[in-house]
């Protein structure tokens, strides 16, 4: 998180596109409001459109507006979503929601900052920095011609990853902090503080939800509090029936003592075949980290790559390489 806080400061500064990836819950809206806020562009309108809540021309006419008698209902002109954050930010939530045909407009106002209202033939010209978002992965939606590729490269100018909350489990101390102090504030409560056993529940839960869930979990207890303390028995079922993680490694080891043991075993077995140790030991690593960290990720390749820390088209390769779905 630390390394998106940085990059979100870093392209708060620039005029350039930002696409935020990542599954629901991981404060995506967030990081675009600050974002928005950081930028020269901060004293402007910020303007979230949810584009997975609308029908295309429901969410076509909210984004460019629309002229009187353009379709049944309307009734009056109105505005849409671009031209109200001219000299600001949109937000296009969920964009992976939108068909083709509005993404070919989509991608008009990226490339030339120009757009019609629905029913007008006068061209409408904005200054509008774009910042989208998606909780799936653009490139499997491409491969599936459920989104335009050159739309996906527009957009695609600064790519930032938000992890979801079960890979940064060391978070949740700090964020139910400040939780509780947000909703006792809110309740006109008093629970400061939170039960050891509730916070280890908490940690060892998977969070589906992730950000969001936990948030709603901690206004729940802040109102349901008889006490001073946020306690195991004010956390619902979902989190007290989750099973405590198992830890896979024997006590006291680490990666570089792991590392070595398996080197030494892959010498061992190889015995008079030494001369293919990289491909017996390496390889065969390299290949199971991969499957599993592609497991973890719902075999979504970007979420994979951003894990692993390469490229996607690398981990593309890869997955050719070890023959992987």
Known sequence: ??????????????????????????????????????????????????CGALAENLLESELFGHVRGSFTGAVDNRTGRFEAAHTGTVFLDEINSTTP??????????????????????????DTRVIAASNRDLVEEIAADRFREDLYYRLNVITIYLPPLRERREDVPALVKHFLRIYNKANDRHVPRIQ????????????????????????????????????????????????????????????????????????????????????????????????????????????????LGINRNTLHKKLKEHDLP
């Open 1 to 50: 998180m630390q390394e998106v806080y940085r990059i979100t400061r870093q392209v708060a500064r620039s005029n350039a596109s930002v696409l935020l990836l990542g599954e629901t819950g991981t404060g995506k809206e967030l990081i675009a409001k600050a974002i928005h806020r950081l930028s020269p562009r901060g004293s402007g309108p910020f303007v979230r459109v949810n």
């Open 101 to 126: 045909k509005l993404q070919v407009k989509l991608l008009r106002v990226l490339q030339e900052h120009e757009f019609e209202r629905v029913g007008d033939t006068n061209t409408i010209q904005v």
């Open 196 to 307: 050891r056993a509730a916070l280890d529940a908490l940690q060892r839960y998977d969070w589906p939800g992730n950000v969001r869930e936990l948030q709603n979990y901690v206004e729940r207890a802040v109102v349901l509090a008889t006490g001073d303390e946020m306690t195991v028995e004010l956390l619902p079922e979902a989190v007290l029936g989750e099973k405590p993680r198992r830890i896979g490694r024997r006590p006291g080891t680490d990666l570089d003592t792991l590392s070595a043991e398996l080197v030494e075993q892959g010498i061992s077995i190889a015995g008079s075949q030494a001369g293919n140790l990289h491909k017996m030991v390496v390889d065969r690593v390299e290949r199971e980290l991969i499957a599993q960290v592609m497991a973890a990720s719902n075999n979504v390749q970007t979420k994979a790559a951003a894990r």
